[in-house]
C-alpha cells in the first residue's frame, strides 16, 4: 500500500527560526495535503496543494507539491510558540469513489526556549 | 474549531468488550470517516460513510463497524476489544461534492483498553 515518510521526526529549534521539513511518497499523489496537530486535539488542515510544482502560503506557512508528484515540503518562517505540535502530510486516494486520507509519520516540533 | 463533535472524549474498557463513538459531522458535511491513531503514529483509516452506507473501507477486521444516520452523525463500533485496538479514534467529515473534498476532524475519543 502506500506509504507516506516524513523528515526529521522530531525538530527541536528556537523561537524565531525558519523550519523545514518535508514528505516523500513511493507513489504519487494528485494532492498533498499538511496538516497540524496539537495535543489533545484532531489534526487541522494547514495547507492544500492540487498541482504539480505548486508553491502555496498561508501566512508563514509555505508548502511546496513536488514535480515527481511524489513529494511535498513544509516551511515555518519565524517560528513562534504556538506552532508547536506535529505536522502531518496527506493524500488523498480515490478508492472505489472515497477519499481516504494516508497520513505520513509526522513531525515533531518543539521550541526550546 | 471544526464543527465536528465527538463523545464521549475518553473511554476505559477492558479486553473483549464492545465499545461505541460517536461523531457528530459539522453542519451541512454528508460524509463522515473514521480513523484510528495509535500512540507516535499518524492516523489510519478505518472506513468512510456516505448516503447511510459504507463507501470504502482500511485494512480493519470485520469487529470494527460503523453506522451513519439520516442527519449525518455516525458511530464506529467495536467488537470483541483487544489491547491493541487502545488508540485515539478520530473522525472527519465533509462534504461529497467535487473530489476535493476537505475532512474537517474531530478532537478525538481516546479509548484505552486494560
Known amino acids: 500500500g502506500q506509504q507516506l515518510n516524513q523528515s526529521p521526526q522530531s525538530m527541536f529549534i528556537q523561537e524565531g527560526e525558519d523550519v523545514s521539513m518535508n514528505c516523500t511518497s513511493s507513489?504519487?499523489?494528485?494532492?498533498w495535503l499538511w496538516y497540524k496537530q496539537d495535543p489533545g486535539e484532531g489534526p487541522v488542515l494547514l495547507i492544500a496543494?492540487?498541482?504539480?510544482?505548486e508553491l502555496t502560503s498561508n501566512g508563514r506557512l509555505t508548502a511546496q507539491f513536488g514535480i515527481t508528484r511524489k513529494d511535498s515540503f513544509l516551511n515555518i518562517s519565524a517560528s513562534i510558540p504556538s506552532d508547536v505540535g506535529i505536522y502531518f502530510c496527506a493524500g488523498p486516494s480515490f478508492n472505489f469513489g472515497n477519499e481516504k486520507l494516508t497520513f505520513g509519520t509526522g513531525t515533531r516540533l518543539t521550541i526550546i526556549p | 474549531e471544526t464543527g465536528v463533535t465527538q463523545s464521549p472524549t475518553h473511554l476505559i474498557k477492558t479486553r473483549g468488550q464492545q465499545v461505541t463513538l460517536r461523531c457528530s459531522s459539522q453542519?451541512?458535511?454528508?460524509?463522515v470517516s473514521w480513523y484510528q491513531q495509535a500512540l507516535g503514529q499518524g492516523p489510519q483509516f478505518i472506513f468512510q460513510?456516505?448516503?447511510?452506507?459504507?463507501?470504502g473501507r482500511g485494512n480493519f477486521p470485520p469487529r470494527f463497524s460503523g453506522l451513519q444516520f439520516p442527519n449525518y452523525s455516525s458511530e464506529l463500533n467495536v467488537n470483541a476489544l483487544e489491547l491493541d485496538d487502545s488508540a485515539l479514534y478520530l473522525c472527519?467529515?465533509?462534504?461529497?461534492?467535487?473530489?476535493?473534498?476537505?475532512?474537517?476532524f474531530g478532537p478525538g475519543t481516546r479509548l484505552l483498553v486494560l
Open positions: 507513489s504519487i499523489f494528485n494532492t
Open positions: 472527519a467529515s465533509s462534504l461529497w461534492a467535487s473530489g476535493q473534498e476537505t475532512q474537517y
Open positions: 460513510y456516505y448516503r447511510e452506507e459504507e463507501n
Open positions: 453542519s451541512g458535511h454528508n460524509t
Open positions: 496543494l492540487y498541482k504539480a510544482g
